[in-house]
């Protein structure tokens, strides 16, 4: 098997990933950091999904963490980077899940966490809606969804602005959708057919459908994208919201620490554990030798 990390194009903090899904960003951002904190700070175990890795950066922060994560990403090769590149001891904690979010079946509230970082600009209206009902259901009760993506104002996108404007007065549902061939970026060659770009409240609006509670979602700066890139602070958007039937209570008495809830115990317990992140060997059995991963549902 070609070496993945090798033949990834490293560009300043950014490595090209195999399957024109853009780049994996080697840095986090406030949305991020405060999720892998509360992760660090929740009593152990803590299950947490991480949803298109890539070549794993968040995966290993959340391991660093003390977290028992389970992997997922479109692309075996780069699961097989990632396994390779952690410890012997992260192993134990870690399980790896390739395939499509959208194809996939976990046990309801089975996870305290998921992170789903900048992929989400690559589905559909409806297949975030899909995507986002599957998260309600495999988090716990208070997990939390972290999610980031690219927003409207990326600065490679200035050109489809007044249109999204235009369709934004004109209550068109998904504003953002566009046709990677109507943009002027010279990345064309690494991203895919159409792009679903976000603002605030069409984020706001699609959590708040799927019954999350919004915790908070608000644009993100990056300022080590390329130059070309860079639009004013707003070139992606965030969000951290949480599966809670009663916010309320569960903030209620507790001290709060970046946003987010903390208590004694300020993740919800599953009722059965091995269930949850035991995959059986005629189920999730893969093996780096070969590089062979069995596709599955995790019941």
Known sequence: MTNVLQSATPAGSFLLTENKKGFMIEYLDSYCEEFIDIIKTSPKPVKVADFGVAFGYTTKLLLKAGADVIANDLSENHLDALWTSVTAQDRTHL?????????????????????????????????????LAKFFK?????????????SVYLGSHKEI???????????????????????????????PSYLHLYDTDVLERELSKANFQID???????????????????EAIGSIALNCPNHDALVKGTERHGGLPLGPHPLSPIADDAAVFTMAEDCGHFSIKNSSFSHCSLK
Not at 138 to 150: M, S, Y
Not at 162 to 175: C, G
Not at 216 to 234: F, K, M, Q, T, V
Request: glycine share 10%; aromatic share 8%; hydrophobic share 35%.
């Open 161 to 191: 602005f007044d249109k999204y404007l235009e369709r934004k007065a004109n209550s068109v549902e998904w504003p953002g959708f566009v046709q990677v061939a109507d943009l002027s970026t010279k990345r064309k060659q690494h991203m």
């Open 95 to 131: 399980r790896l899940l390739p395939g499509n979010v959208l194809d996939l079946e976990l046990p309801a509230g089975s996870l305290h966490g998921i992170l789903a970082c900048r992929w989400i600009h690559f589905l559909t209206g409806e297949e975030l809606r899909t995507v």
């Open 216 to 234: 908070r979602c608000g644009y993100i700066a990056r300022p080590n994208y390329p130059e070309d890139l860079r639009n004013g602070g707003r």
């Open 138 to 150: 495999w988090l716990v009760p208070g997990g939390r969804l972290c999610l980031t993506a690219e």
